[in-house]
């Protein structure tokens, strides 16, 4: 992975409010509309989720953004490609989406993450809360070094709406 000079980096902080979630919030100087539409269009998402470093892409961003639609993207990088999926559950356009996420590797492991977009003068507060099925699989998700792939993708998010204000 390679590091970021993004603006608002540092305010991307993960906490574990819970035994089985783990909790993400980072501000973006975009106003929270303009976020929202970069999380929902498979356009703008190819941009910036799971964006690490040279040799990282996504061939497959499929988003049919309803409640009961589905979503499915892969990660390509330099040791092969990751698969996630899920449904939506709740989207209440730009402030709310909750929906469930899948590792494709382990199929039988479903989270649900909520993702709220709160206003803070002029910007936006992403809140990205994730339950687990249980303690052992969130504390092997941090393990992972998620938290740092989520960070450096953030980085990315505003990076890319930063380009799309000037649009």
């Not at 703008?44 to 499929?62: A, D, I």
């Not at 988003?63 to 092969?80: Q, S, Y």
């Not at 909520?114 to 699989?137: I, M």
Request: proline share 6%; net charge negative; with cysteine.
């Amino acid at each position: 992975m390679v590091g970021s000079h993004a603006a608002n980096s540092d305010t991307f902080v993960v906490t574990t409010p819970s035994h089985d979630e783990i909790r993400m919030t980072r501000l973006f100087d975009a106003p929270r509309r303009l976020v929202f539409e970069a999380m929902t269009r498979p356009e703008h998402v190819t941009q910036w989720w799971g964006r690490l470093g040279e040799g990282y892409s996504v061939p497959v961003c499929e988003i049919d953004l309803r409640v009961g639609g589905a979503w499915r993207f892969v990660n390509r990088h330099p040791e092969g490609e990751a698969a996630f999926h899920g449904e939506y559950r709740e989207i209440t356009p730009p402030s709310r989406l909750v929906f469930t996420e899948i590792f494709e590797d382990f199929p039988d492991v479903v989270s649900v993450v909520t993702t709220e977009l709160t206003e803070e003068d002029g910007k936006t507060r992403l809140t990205a809360t994730v339950r687990y099925p249980s303690p052992e699989v969130r504390d092997m998700v941090l393990g992972s070094g998620m938290a740092a792939g989520a960070g450096v993708s953030y980085d990315r998010l505003e990076e890319l709406v930063g380009r799309l204000q000037q649009r």
